[in-house]
């Protein structure tokens, strides 16, 4: 069990309004800060509002999300449009397994038939299978892992507080067996460190073992707290990796040549797998039978 810092705090609302649909235009975090650790998470500047520098370990939960929610869903003005669960923060990161929220979010879904997105890096949302495996029989639902590398070591370092890669694609293997979208996020891509031909090779064969129905990748990005974060741990594990990885990252993304490169490499594999890139296929397959 975690021994982190929990906060319990109130909430005015439980959905955010997202600026634009992309494509979805709702967003529901349970918590603020996550525990995972990982060393590039672009979500680290959200606890400067809070006036903490804990985002790891200073960990808030919106004791009444529950609430807010359900009367949120039960308005006449709800169009039962798609929410996006975890999008900042993990809703299945330790704090979960003490405060249980996720079942009661979830049922709320289910009798409001609304659509979700979720995405994790914990097995705990195996938890929930039950529910999940309902709501995906009612209205769409789309479960996803973020899976970087399947080098433990590397991972270890990375993502010390998540799930292993070999737990997170077991987890996307049973979600097939409902009705649910089931997609692998390889995001960020680290250069120097995770991507390489090996690992991008491993991933899809785990990823086309697992019969996802979409694999997302994107290229790391720093910016803010972050880039500090990063750097901060690349010269502390990866030292000789410092001077390259600061020529490329210059600004907030890595140049043209190194994405050219980058992508064409990945999608040699992805064709060689035979892996689709568009999660909104079924999304819109699903929605159009609901």
């Not at 500047?45 to 529950?66: E, R």
Request: glycine letters at 4%; hydrophobic letters at 35%.
């Amino acid at each position: 069990m975690s021994t982190k810092n929990y906060k319990q705090i109130i909430c005015e609302n439980a959905l955010s309004k997202l600026k634009r649909k992309i494509p979805y235009g709702w967003d529901l975090n349970i918590y603020r800060g996550c525990e995972h650790d990982c060393k590039y998470c672009y979500a680290i500047y959200s606890h400067q509002y809070l006036g903490s520098d804990g985002f790891y370990d200073d960990i808030h939960v919106k004791t009444n999300i529950v609430e807010r929610l359900e009367e949120e869903l039960s308005a006449v003005g709800w169009k039962r449009e798609i929410i996006n669960i975890g999008g900042v923060t993990d809703s299945y990161q330790d704090a979960e397994a003490t405060y249980k929220l996720m079942p009661e979010i979830l049922k709320l879904l289910i009798k409001y038939k609304t659509p979700a997105i979720i995405s994790s890096k914990s097995n705990l949302i195996l938890r929930d299978y039950d529910l999940i495996d309902e709501l995906s029989r009612i209205t769409y639902i789309n479960i996803a892992a973020t899976i970087t590398t399947m080098d433990e070591e590397i991972r270890n370092k990375i993502e010390p507080n998540a799930s292993s890669s070999k737990d997170r694609f077991d987890m996307l293997k049973t979600f097939r067996k409902t009705n649910a979208s089931v997609g692998l996020h390889v995001m960020p891509i680290i250069p120097y460190i995770t991507d390489n031909y090996e690992n991008f090779d491993a991933l899809f064969s785990k990823a086309k073992d697992s019969d996802v129905h979409y694999v997302l990748t994107g290229a790391l990005y720093l910016r803010g707290e972050t880039r500090k974060v990063f750097f901060d741990f690349i010269q502390k594990d990866f030292p000789d990796l410092y001077e390259n990885l600061s020529l490329l990252y210059k600004t907030g993304g890595a140049n043209k040549d190194y994405k050219n490169n980058l992508y064409a490499m990945v999608n040699s594999l992805r064709e060689r797998y035979s892996l689709s890139n568009s999660y909104s296929k079924p999304m819109k397959e699903k929605l159009a039978k609901y």
